[in-house]
């Protein structure tokens, strides 16, 4: 039984060891012949001048995860094919044109601004006392003479009332020497009286006469007074902000409102720095609010602060504005467009297109059709050539420029090209854009 035992067992072991052995011979045999697929019949001879690219192909596999190789036959497959100067010279780049044509351009300069009254009036009373109304609130449209806020008057009433009774009393006293003066003269020419008594009553009639005249600048002083204790709209406009309240003593230098001239107004525009040379008095600028999205007011340029200010690094300009309905209000935000320049029937080019070899000699590069037809080229069924044209250059902006001569209507000129473009260079035209002006 236990013979029996150690046969089997020994069978098991050696039948393992034949498994294990055949698994592996198998795996080798399938691995030769894999790679016996993979090598080429021959390898190739080295030339004198492969050993550099052996050096590099070592350095190449040193940088590879896991030391994986790369044969050469790999990295010959991977590098692209040199072209030939021949090939190269019979590929046109592939172009893309705008068409040039004549019209007429406005360069615009947007700006932002505010909204601000002409002139501005500040308002205070005349004199010292007590303020009884006030007639206004902020923002309130007024028109020249209107009562804006008054003083009590009793004080200044009561003088009137006073002064009038002291000039009736002066006139009756002039009156009554005016008869005495007439009684005296009879007396003097019958010789009743002497002539001292009759020039006596004439100066006491000439102190009467001034008397009164004094007593009546009196009361036209006491009717100013009366008329100091109102304000009155100085001209047609808005109010501005409330300083003071019914029933506060305020002096003569108390700020009560200000009314601010809305007839014409000002918008103040900011300008950028690099903007400041376009700036001109006189400029026309089209006006918007938001108040009144559809419509446009119109103004021009009227004052250019000398000064550069705040952080931003602007430059103040006031656009004149007439607002004869009054719509446009202080404060409101505006946005202005400025008029730059205006040029009728003129050649303008992208700016990006201009080529600047000297400070001033400018080229730009047109499409040249030759003897073809130049349909055929404008569809890109023939090339056609890169002509470099010296231009002369008017205004310049910031999108497009003016072409004076060297480009004519009708050219194609090249906007953008998937190779270098060179004075001959065959091109294929892709696309023509017509101009946006």
Do not use: C, H
């Amino acid at each position: 039984m236990a013979l029996k035992k150690s046969y089997i067992v020994i069978t098991a072991f050696i039948a393992f060891w034949i498994i294990v052995i055949g698994w592996g011979m198998f795996k080798t045999t399938v691995k030769l012949t894999s790679k016996a697929k993979e090598t080429p019949p021959s390898a190739p001879v080295k030339k004198e001048g492969e050993n550099k690219e052996a050096g590099a192909l070592g350095l190449l596999n040193k940088g590879k995860k896991n030391n994986e190789t790369v044969s050469e036959e790999k990295i010959g497959a991977e590098k692209p094919a040199k072209q030939t100067p021949a090939a190269a010279e019979t590929t046109p780049a592939m172009v893309k044109t705008v068409r040039v044509k004549a019209a007429n351009f406005q360069d615009i300069l947007p700006a932002m601004g505010t909204v601000k009254g002409k002139t501005t009036a500040e308002l205070r009373f005349e004199t010292n006392g007590v303020i009884n109304a006030i007639n206004f609130r902020e923002g309130d449209k007024v028109k020249k003479g209107d009562t804006i806020a008054s003083l009590d008057p009793k004080d200044a009433l009561l003088r009137v009332e006073y002064t009038k009774k002291k000039l009736a009393t002066a006139e009756s006293a002039y009156k009554m020497d005016q008869k005495k003066v007439e009684i005296t003269e009879k007396l003097y020419k019958v010789g009743a009286i002497i002539k001292e008594k009759l020039e006596e009553a004439q100066l006491e009639t000439e102190k009467a006469k001034l008397e009164m005249e004094m007593t009546k600048q009196e009361l036209e002083i006491a009717l100013r007074e009366v008329n100091k204790t109102y304000i009155l709209a100085p001209k047609d406009g808005i109010i501005g902000s409330k300083d003071a309240e019914a029933g506060e003593f305020v002096t003569s230098n108390k700020k009560i409102a200000s009314v601010m001239d809305i007839n014409d107004i000002n918008v103040e525009i900011g300008i950028i720095e690099k903007d400041i040379e376009k700036i001109k008095l006189g400029q026309k600028v089209e006006i918007n609010v938001d108040a009144y999205p559809n419509q446009k007011f119109l103004g021009v340029i009227d004052n250019i602060f000398p000064v550069i200010e705040g952080k931003s690094r602007t430059l103040t300009a006031k656009v004149k504005v007439a607002n004869p309905e009054g719509v446009l209000l202080p404060g409101m935000f505006s946005r202005a467009n400025i008029l730059i320049v205006q040029l009728k029937d003129a050649v303008m080019i992208p700016v990006t297109v201009l080529i600047k070899l000297t400070p001033t000699v400018n080229v730009v590069p047109v499409v040249s059709f030759g003897n073809a037809a130049p349909e055929e080229v404008e569809k890109g069924a023939v090339p056609g050539k890169v002509e470099l044209r010296q231009v002369e250059v008017g205004y310049t902006g910031s999108d497009y420029v003016q072409i004076i001569s060297g480009v004519n209507p009708g050219d194609l000129v090249i906007t953008g090209s998937t190779g270098e473009i060179k004075d001959g260079t065959k091109v294929k035209v892709v696309g023509v854009e017509e101009s946006a002006l």
